[in-house]
């Protein structure tokens, strides 16, 4: 049974850095690409930032950029998050997606097989 399971999250004041993790059971993230999406209240889930399973290439939002890092090995995927700012403030998921273009990471949230449960990242001004 594959599961992903984030932690680190919780309450952090604006200008502190936090790193999410996603730990993966029953599959290697060697063959993964990953993703870590986030979503606001009422609104679609958005990739923050996402890796290619070979680890050469990655994404991050324009809301996020030079903010952001993302990385992963074996069973780990990660998410370090700098400066966080209030607007930061929404439930975070990791995602898996098997395989997938060698240099192109995924963005979109139908491209992605598996998925977290979601933890909250409240930021307080």
């Known amino acids: 049974q594959v599961q992903l399971r984030e932690s680190g999250g919780g309450l952090v004041q604006a200008g502190e850095s936090l790193r999410l993790s996603c730990a993966a059971s029953?599959?290697?993230?060697?063959?993964?690409?990953m993703g870590w999406f986030r979503q606001f209240p009422g609104k679609e889930r958005e990739c923050v930032a996402s890796?290619?399973?070979?680890?050469?290439n990655t994404y991050s939002a324009d809301s996020v950029k030079d903010r952001v890092t993302i990385s992963k090995d074996k069973n780990m995927a990660y998410l370090e998050i700098n400066r966080l700012k209030p607007e930061d403030t929404a439930v975070y998921y990791c995602?898996?997606?098997?395989?997938?273009?060698?240099?192109?990471?995924?963005?979109?949230?139908?491209?992605?097989?598996?998925w977290g449960q979601g933890m909250q990242v409240t930021v307080s001004a």
């Open positions: 995602a898996a997606q098997r395989g997938g273009s060698y240099d192109s990471p995924p963005t979109k949230q139908y491209e992605f097989l598996y």
């Open positions: 029953g599959i290697n993230l060697v063959t993964f690409a």
């Open positions: 890796i290619t399973w070979s680890g050469g």
